[in-house]
């Protein structure tokens, strides 16, 4: 295991550990879009020839809680972690080994490249008809396709209730990933091609076909989403059919949205070079900053504690590379600069100290943290103190 994935494991069991302390539990899911090239038999070229049931039958055996599906352009797939009530460092250790084993999956039935990258340059042919959300036109259009990997995030109290819609406590959890995505986005746009994937929609005009955020924002349509009644598309979440007619539409269904109620952080890239385990940190350590605002003065979570609502938020625009240039600073800068991730990190050992939680984190251990990941993008090491 390289030291960012090293750390990044340490720091998760951190915050696991003070989690358990409090009698929480935060759940986090992901979801991960990519694409294989499709089979060609003589001239013929086969669409939708994979066989994801087959991979998903391997992934079981292997213990990996996820599956893979189709996605909505052809030859695009989505992995989509299972809620088999896995930790969190579980969520990121599947996630990792199923990145590594995909091209070996797929190879097996003969497919000889699968992508797991910001953007399928040329993914596709078919373009939706001018004026309709469903019915592609005739024609060779090429469609430049987003793939994504989006973090899903909720917290669990002692009895396995879902906190998201209780007492605004998810409305400051997603003002927590809202004010840390910006200067963090590093984390989770990790090459190059990300940044190209934000741009696509107004850069080859596929606002149309493509749904993919371009900016930092809120409410439950964001890029940071914060779901209750309402999902992405303004449908009902937590909707469960109980009697379906003969054409498969729902006579009578169930709502719980309070069990479905959840962050979805959709900013990320698809990438080889994004790291599961420093994004579920990201991602825990945004839990934990939610979490001690409804700390009492003994240091007991009490959701009645917190009585201010999250702060306003406007949308914010991310960088437009990696690197500094005339538009503005780059992420590794801004990931340079930043200091959340370090004072979050040390005000959870700080909790952990004074309570007597145990874990093998070292308050050292922030700095050789940002110092792995930033030598990932510079020719020497870096070195900060």
């Known amino acids: 295991m390289d030291d960012v994935s090293r750390l990044a494991k340490e720091g998760i069991l951190l915050f696991q550990c003070i989690f358990q ?61 299972l809620f088999n009530g896995q930790d969190p460092l579980t969520e990121a250790y599947d996630l990792a080994r199923t990145m590594r084993l995909l091209p070996r999956l797929f190879f097996e039935q003969g497919i000889q490249a699968v992508y797991i990258k910001p953007v399928l340059w040329a993914g596709d042919t078919a373009r939706l008809a001018k004026g309709n959300h469903t019915i592609f036109a005739d024609g060779m259009q090429l469609v430049h396709i987003p793939n994504a ?66 900016d930092i924002s809120g409410g439950h349509q964001g ?28 006579l009578i269904s169930q709502v719980d949205w309070y069990a479905t109620a959840r962050i979805e952080h959709r900013l990320g890239a698809a990438s080889m070079r994004y ?24 240091g007991l979570f009490e959701l009645s504690h917190c009585h201010t609502a999250a702060p306003f938020f406007s949308a914010q625009q991310l960088p437009k590379s990696l690197h500094n240039s005339a538009q503005g600073l780059g992420a590794i800068t801004l990931f340079e600069q930043q200091t959340w991730l370090s004072d979050t990190l040390a005000a959870a050992y700080s909790y952990a100290l004074k309570h007597d939680i145990t ?25 900060l103190t």
């Open 359 to 383: 874990s093998g984190w070292q308050l050292e251990d922030s700095v050789r943290l940002k110092t792995a990941v930033l030598n990932q993008y510079h020719p020497q090491p870096v070195l």
């Open 21 to 81: 302390h409090l009698n929480l539990t935060p759940v986090v899911h992901f979801e991960l879009e990519g694409g294989y090239q499709p089979l060609k038999v003589g001239a013929e070229i086969k669409h939708n020839a994979a066989d994801l049931a087959r991979i998903n039958r391997r992934l079981a055996m292997l213990g990996i809680n996820g599956e893979l599906k189709p996605e909505y352009w052809r030859n695009q797939w989505e992995y989509v972690s």
């Open 149 to 214: 990997v989006q973090v899903n995030v909720s917290v669990n109290d002692q009895f396995g209730r879902n906190l998201v819609p209780q007492a605004e406590f998810g409305a400051r959890l997603q003002h927590e990933f809202l004010q840390s995505s910006l200067d963090c986005c590093l984390l989770y746009l990790p090459e190059e091609e990300a940044f190209e994937r934000l741009a696509l929609k107004q850069n080859y005009q596929l606002d149309a076909e493509l749904s993919s955020p371009e």
């Open 223 to 250: 890029s940071v989403a914060l779901y209750k009644e309402h999902g992405k598309h303004n449908q009902l979440m937590g909707e469960t059919p109980l009697i379906v007619g003969l054409d498969q539409k729902a």
């Open 275 to 298: 790291n599961p385990y420093l994004n579920v940190l990201f991602a825990l350590g945004n839990v934990f900053n939610t979490v001690s605002h409804y700390l009492n003065p003994n």
